[in-house]
């Protein structure tokens, strides 16, 4: 019985090694007795809707030392010290450093580099491509995009959301060596390539980048501000067209010894960071109104409904003011219409406590406030909102007129974009096609629809109130002669450490045209502009300035706008 329990016992082994354990065994045979030198895959370009280079590569290549394969450091050391152009010592040490298998002597040395050390036929010395990540048109929409580490990986924006696409597959060349690593005579190097990554094609189009990005750094020069922000978007399907977050910086210059600024200047305010949107926000209350109107809700105050004169309203013992008088010194009686014309708080108020917290937080639910948007980005923020169970009549007054909300600038524009656009909720995108260097399309993102908001009645309503805003109303600034422009002003006042912040406003302006089948719309926002702060002098002409931009290089005519 032993004998057969013994028996069994190395049987069990003999096939655990020679079956299980069997292609283990096999890689660590060939590590023992081969060593490798990497060969970098090309890493993917990044283009832009019209077909501009935005990240692309240039040849480069590094330098590798196997040290025990090396026949004469002393003469070698020499020989690289002059190609390299490093101190002697350093590379005689690392020569003679036979405690490593690989040695890097240099990274992304020029061809010209390359080219001298095969020319001096040297033992144990190699080179092998290790590009450089370039970025042609600099500082452009450079949050979006990101950067790269040190070693190709990618670090911030679409090189880190996209980098298993762009990466793609390093190779090798592998050197029969014996058990120290010197190369065994006779032997041949054996070569694996390396799959390049693929190409990211985008929606951003260079020319409105540069148009908002232009537009904007005039208005934070002007007004002094701390910062300026934009989202231009095709409303129709979600397409980010631009992406602007000033201050910036060069691409070909990053501040990597600096991370504190580093860490600010490449983060992607747009999509990470949240704000109190204030008047803007009256476009998805009145939508919500508007809509709850069509279904017959007699909760909704009607379209044709006369709010109160009284520019204050009293809410669980708190004071709601309206931000001014609106004709010589009075605050009038007036409708939804001109309660937009005027972004005047009291009449949202009453539309927010009029439907109640229920109805009212089905409507941010569907515009998809207190969640993500699904754009395709890393570190995007869900926002601010109170949970419904512990919101109070205040706090849904509040939230009403675009205070006790929080909201990422991407957040707004998509909901604004569904709101004026049918009712369409889709998802944001950066990237339409994946494609490899010869052409071949491996990916298609198209449109994502996520869901419904409002009927296209009430979509249309709203576009021609906030037409009005535009052309009759606070608005008046974004307005272009001949081209149907809509949109709504905003000004909030910041807080820090739960209170208001004397003196510091965040001024912004959401808009689109043509009114009636939106094409491109815009969110504007300066943040903490010095002297004049209100977002119809502030935000609204930088709107104007980039819908003018947008109608000269796509050259389009009043009939289309």
């Known amino acids: 019985m032993a004998i057969t329990f013994l028996f069994c016992l190395f049987l069990a082994r003999f096939f655990y090694i020679q079956v299980i354990w069997r292609n283990e065994l096999s890689v660590r045979a060939l590590d023992q007795w081969t060593r490798e030198i990497p060969v970098h895959a090309g890493r993917g370009n990044i283009y832009d809707n019209s077909g501009e280079l935005l990240a ?147 929606t951003l189009d260079h020319r409105i980048q540069t148009i908002a990005e232009e537009a904007m750094a005039r208005v934070l020069s002007s007004s002094q501000a701390k910062a300026a922000r934009a989202v231009v978007l095709d409303p129709s399907d979600g397409s980010v067209l631009a992406m602007v977050d000033l201050p910036s910086y060069d691409l070909n ?96 108020v009453d539309i927010a406590l009029s ?13 998809r406030f207190g969640r993500t948007t699904g754009i395709d980005f890393p570190g995007e923020s869900i926002g601010m909102l109170l949970p419904e169970g512990t ?69 249309r309503i709203l576009s021609e109130m906030l037409e009005g805003v535009v052309r009759d109303g606070s608005g008046k600034k974004a307005y272009i002669e001949g081209f149907r422009v809509a949109g709504k002003t905003g000004t909030a006042q910041k807080y820090e450490n739960g209170h208001i912040a004397q003196g510091k406003y965040v001024s912004s302006f959401v808009g689109f045209f043509p009114a009636n089948s939106p094409r491109y719309l815009a969110l504007v926002i300066v943040d903490e502009p010095q002297g004049s702060y209100y977002g119809s002098a502030i935000a609204a002409p930088c709107a104007a300035e980039i819908f003018q931009g947008i109608i000269n290089v796509m050259n389009l005519q009043p009939s289309e706008g």
């Open 391 to 459: 919101v109070r009549d205040c706090d849904l007054a509040r939230i009403g007129f675009g205070q006790t909300i929080a909201v990422t600038p991407l957040q707004l524009a998509c909901a604004a974009a569904s709101a004026v656009n049918g009712g369409n909720y889709f998802a944001p995108r950066l990237v339409k096609e994946i494609s490899s260097r010869d052409g071949a399309v491996k990916e298609k993102i198209g449109p994502q629809l996520v869901g419904r908001t409002v009927s296209e009645e009430a979509s």
């Open 355 to 367: 439907l109640g917290k229920e109805t009212f937080y089905e409507y941010l639910e569907a515009f």
């Open 56 to 202: 692309g590569n240039e040849p480069r290549y590094a330098v590798y030392a196997r040290a025990n394969a090396v026949e004469d450091a002393a003469r070698e050391a020499e020989i690289l010290s002059s190609c390299l152009q490093r101190p002697y010592e350093e590379i005689f040490g690392k020569l003679s450093d036979r405690s490593r298998s690989e040695i890097v002597l240099l990274r992304q040395a020029e061809k010209s580099v390359a080219s001298r050390i095969e020319g001096e036929d040297l033992a144990g010395i190699y080179y092998a491509r290790d590009d450089l990540r370039v970025y042609p048109r600099g500082s452009l929409a450079c949050q979006t995009i990101g950067f790269t580490a040190y070693d190709s990986s990618g670090t911030t924006g679409l090189e880190r959301y996209y980098d298993k696409f762009l990466a793609g597959q390093d190779g090798e060349i592998l050197f029969e060596t014996d058990l120290v690593g010197v190369d065994l005579k006779g032997s041949a190097a054996s070569y694996v390539p390396a799959e390049n990554g693929l190409d990211l094609h985008l």
């Open 253 to 348: 210059d990053i501040p990597r010894e600096d991370l504190s600024k580093l860490n600010s200047l490449s983060r992607s305010r747009v999509v990470s960071d949240v704000y109190e949107p204030g008047s803007t926000f009256k476009i998805i209350t009145a939508a919500a109104n508007i809509e709850e109107n069509l279904h017959g809700n007699k909760r909704a105050l009607p379209l044709n409904y006369v709010f109160s004169s009284s520019r204050t309203r009293s809410v669980d013992g708190t004071t709601i003011r309206c931000w001014s008088d609106h004709k010589n010194g009075k605050h009038v009686n007036q409708t939804l219409k001109e309660a937009l014309n005027n972004s005047c708080n009291p009449c949202f």
